[in-house]
């Protein structure tokens, strides 16, 4: 079992920076947070969870939506249990509820996936 428990967002003017975090609990024996790939979702209301960003086990592989790419940046900090999601050059249209996701295996785009999700956290773009 995975618990992610993402940091909180909030309203943001356009053109600002924003990170989010996403802290790791690993509870399955044996496995440690550099065992599973890290993914970035995110919802708006009446649409599908979109995906934004993935970053494998130890960050040689990552994949962007064309959307973000250029301005979101994923990392992650194994000894930290912690992945992050850097956006910058925010747009209205970026407004939404994001979320982090685990999973073992290096299956990026789509949410299903993903085994383990965090609680969510909404960002609001303002013009």
């Known amino acids: 079992q995975v618990q992610l428990v993402q940091s909180k967002g909030g309203p943001v003017q356009a053109g600002d920076s924003l990170t989010l975090s996403c802290a790791a609990t690993?509870?399955?024996?044996?496995?440690?947070?550099?065992?599973?790939?890290i993914g970035w979702f995110r919802q708006t209301p009446g649409k599908e969870r979109e995906f934004v960003a993935a970053?494998?086990?130890?960050?040689?592989?990552?994949n962007y939506t064309v959307d973000v790419e250029g301005r979101f940046t994923i990392s992650r900090d194994n000894l930290k249990n912690t992945a992050y999601l850097h956006m910058h050059d925010l747009r209205p249209e970026d407004t939404a509820v994001y979320y982090c996701?685990?999973?073992?295996?290096?299956?990026?785009?789509?949410?299903?996936?993903?085994?383990?999700w965090g609680q969510g956290t909404q960002v609001t773009v303002s013009s």
């Open positions: 996701a685990a999973d073992r295996w290096w299956r990026p785009n789509g949410a299903s996936t993903y085994s383990y």
């Open positions: 970053i494998d086990w130890n960050a040689e592989l990552i």
């Open positions: 690993v509870t399955t024996s044996g496995r440690t947070f550099s065992d599973y790939v």
